[in-house]
């Protein structure tokens, strides 16, 4: 059992940054690949960003690319999302998610554990 709690979303301007951290418990955070995903309202659930469990991999969506990194630091089981570049778009519940896999994975459905979300709004 793995449980997800997200912080560092808020209210921002266009062109701002951001860093969403995601906090794990349990003692086998390593053995999970961590992703990111995002809902807007009346829109379905999208993928932003995954990590790999040692960090090796990352897959970003296009929309993220070259403005969003994704990391982690295994011995404090925490994933962040470093968000630069922000645009009104990029509004949206920000959710971490865990997949116990030796791969990677930009599905919700392949989400095996959800945090409870962080809202990040960016006004233009």
């Known amino acids: 059992q793995v449980q997800l709690v997200e912080s560092g979303g808020g209210l921002v301007q266009a062109g701002d940054s951001l860093r969403l951290s995601c906090a794990a418990s349990?003692?086998?955070?390593?053995?999970?690949?961590m992703g990111w995903f995002r809902q807007a309202p009346g829109k379905e659930r999208e993928f932003v960003a995954v990590?790999?469990?040692?960090?090796?991999?990352?897959r970003y969506a296009d929309s993220a690319k070259g403005r969003f990194t994704i990391s982690r630091d295994n011995a404090k089981n925490t994933v962040f999302l470093q968000m630069n570049s922000l645009r009104p778009e990029d509004t949206a519940v920000y959710y971490c998610?865990?997949?116990?896999?030796?791969?990677?994975?930009?599905?919700?459905?392949?989400?095996?554990?959800w945090g409870q979300g962080t809202q990040v709004t960016v006004s233009s």
């Open positions: 998610a865990a997949r116990e896999t030796i791969a990677v994975f930009t599905i919700p459905e392949q989400a095996s554990y």
């Open positions: 349990g003692r086998t955070f390593s053995t999970y690949a």
């Open positions: 990590i790999s469990r040692s960090g090796g991999i990352t």
